[in-house]
């Protein structure tokens, strides 16, 4: 049987669902952020797939702005943490409770 | 060929991806990392697979390289070693998996009803060629907008991680 779109689609799916499985249950703030990653990466993989069995080239544009927004937010977000962890010494989920500083 | 190397790098990337969420030898957020870090390499793998050359180099260059070294970084700025000691919350667990597991199932089965209308014989190219002479005529805007929107991120960051937050 010849790869077609679906079997893109069904992995990923399952890296999508692996992301959110992650992001529910892991208790450290940063391993949630890799299961983000995760996520935003299966949707790029359905994207490029997608953008490849229907030949146009739109899909793969999208997956570019998607990588470099996800630049922007990865930053972004390390430095909450850091800057989170430096007030309260911790970095698990259950010790952040508040946002108040 | 083309058929196997699919298969292969499918189940690395799940297999990869499954260690970097659950990986029963280390609960290190550096082995979690690292593991992030094949799963988009082999990834990359499938972009090539599915002809958009760019974005697998990019893929590669950028999460592989520059988000991922950013990562490692501020894992290793963070004491967590504490992370170790916890233990995975058994409800949190099965909630977890079940609730996946749920949104799992909706997407496949909608996915394999569904006729995609998928063309048998695929021609397009994602070669660097193709995509930037898009991305510098029709989506000229959004590519500048984008650079707006680093430019903001740096000048975030940069504000995050002064001293004293105000």
Redesign the interface.
């Known amino acids: 049987m010849t790869v077609g779109l679906e079997h893109y689609l069904v992995v990923s799916v399952m890296l999508f669902a692996l992301g959110l499985t992650g992001v529910i249950v892991r208790r450290s703030v940063l391993v949630i952020y890799m299961s983000l990653e995760l996520m935003l990466n299966a949707a790029n993989l359905a994207l490029v797939a997608f953008s490849r069995f229907t030949n146009n080239l739109d899909g793969q544009v999208f997956v570019f702005f998607v990588i470099t927004v996800a630049a922007a937010e990865v930053s972004v977000g390390l430095a909450l943490i850091v800057a989170l962890y430096r007030k309260r010494q911790a970095a698990h989920v259950e010790d952040l409770r508040t946002l108040k500083l | 060929m ?2 196997i190397l ?2 292969i790098f ?1 189940f690395l ?2 297999v990869f ?2 260690l ?3 990986n029963p030898f280390s609960r290190n ?1 550096v082995t ?2 690292m593991f ?1 870090v094949l ?2 390499v082999s ?1 990359a793998g ?2 090539v697979l ?3 050359f ?2 697998a180099a ?2 590669i260059l ?2 592989a390289g ?2 991922m070294v ?2 490692l970084f ?2 290793m ?2 004491d ?1 070693r ?2 170790e000691r ?1 233990r ?2 058994v409800l ?2 099965i ?3 079940i ?3 749920a ?2 199932l909706i ?2 089965r909608s ?2 009803s569904t006729p ?5 014989t ?3 190219e ?1 070669g660097t060629f ?2 930037g002479k ?2 510098f005529t029709q ?1 000229v805007l ?1 590519f500048e907008i ?1 650079s707006i ?2 430019l ?3 000048v ?2 940069v504000l ?2 002064k001293k004293e ?1 105000k």
């Open positions: 083309q058929d699919f298969y499918a990337t799940l991806g499954f970097v969420i659950a957020p979690s990392a992030l799963t988009i990834m499938l972009f599915l002809h958009a760019f974005l990019v893929q950028v999460y520059a988000v950013l990562f501020v894992i700025l963070l967590l504490a992370e916890r995975f919350k949190a667990v909630g977890g998996v609730s996946a597991g949104i799992l997407f496949l996915l394999l995609l209308g998928a063309s048998d695929p021609t397009l994602g193709e995509l898009l991305l989506y959004p984008v929107l680093l903001v991120a740096i975030g960051v995050l991680s937050l």
